[in-house]
């Protein structure tokens, strides 16, 4: 047994009022106002992890977890408010600072196919209604790029979040009724384009048509274009709408600057473009 305490750190847990907490060290990053604001909207008392403090000349310095003290404060309405901290006692300052650094190193975060699997587990809404309707079309929500399946959950739970439900069943609808579901036709940017017009042109963008008329291309003829044209899923957006108003009379085109005034009312935090990265990783990995 002594063996292995070199493998067990030399800690002591305690509550300690928020008040008697320092994080004012130059190693630590600035708040996140916004990551702060989000998370005391969606507070959840079992999410709270202990807080991380060295204790150097009888006063507690926080090296990981500025963010959980501040958003319990606030939730709380006090700073007397004490939270668990795991308390290091023989740390100097460069240590702290090391270990701050290093601390996300070799941890893994968790994929979207992982979380949305495990709020399948805890029964959350959002993730089983969005599953219900990928199976309604006879497809599934998969780790990776495969037929009959939809890797890119993080845009399903975007669309479905930002858009609702009926945005997100067209969407699809649309997808599947087009391509036949063709594992391109599924991705997150061709989603979010078609997702797009759904929102900007309504029921004046005619799913028939839509299907006869973008149908003739294949999906990947419309992301070589929609990558011709403009990075993410806008350029996917004004592919088809392209080739949806070809040798269209001019009032039966659907407007191209409805598309643009839309647009601009984008935000990235409502539906961010993906970058290179993403697209590489959605195509090797998830969505």
Not at 143 to 153: L, Q, Y
Not at 198 to 214: L, N, P, Q
Not at 273 to 279: A, K
Request: aromatic share 10%; proline share 3%.
């Amino acid at each position: 047994m002594y063996e292995l305490e070199a493998y067990i750190p030399k800690v002591h847990f305690e509550q300690i009022p928020i008040k008697n907490l320092v994080a004012h060290q130059e190693y630590q990053r600035n708040l996140s106002e916004s990551h702060i604001r989000r998370t005391v909207e969606n507070f959840d008392l079992h999410q709270i992890n202990p807080v991380k403090v060295s204790r150097r000349d009888g006063i507690n310095y926080i090296f990981n977890g500025q963010h959980t003290v501040e958003i319990v404060a606030i939730v709380s309405g006090s700073r007397d408010t004490p939270v668990w901290c795991m308390i290091y006692d023989e740390l100097i300052y460069e240590q702290e600072a090391d270990i701050f650094a290093n601390q996300q190193k070799f941890t893994r975060s968790l994929k979207p196919y992982e979380i949305f699997m495990a709020n399948i587990e805890a029964g959350n809404d959002e993730q089983l209604i969005i599953k219900s309707l990928v199976e309604f079309y006879g497809l599934t929500i998969s780790p990776g790029k495969s037929p009959g399946g939809i890797c890119a959950v993080g845009t399903l739970e975007q669309i479905y979040q930002n858009h609702g439900f009926h945005v997100l069943d067209r969407a699809l609808r649309l997808c599947i009724g087009t391509w036949e579901g063709d594992e391109h036709s599924l991705t997150s940017n061709m989603l979010k384009g078609v997702t797009h017009l759904v929102v900007a042109f309504g029921d004046s963008m005619r799913d028939d048509i839509f299907k006869e008329k973008v149908g003739a291309y294949s999906s990947r003829d419309i992301g070589r274009t929609a990558r011709e044209r403009k990075a993410g899923s806008m350029g996917y957006a004004e592919a088809m709408l392209e080739i949806y108003n070809k040798k269209m009379r001019s009032f039966s085109a659907l407007k191209w600057g409805i598309l643009h005034t839309y647009r601009s009312r984008i935000t990235k935090s409502e539906f961010p473009e993906d970058s290179e990265v993403e697209q590489i990783f959605e195509t090797s990995v998830i969505g």
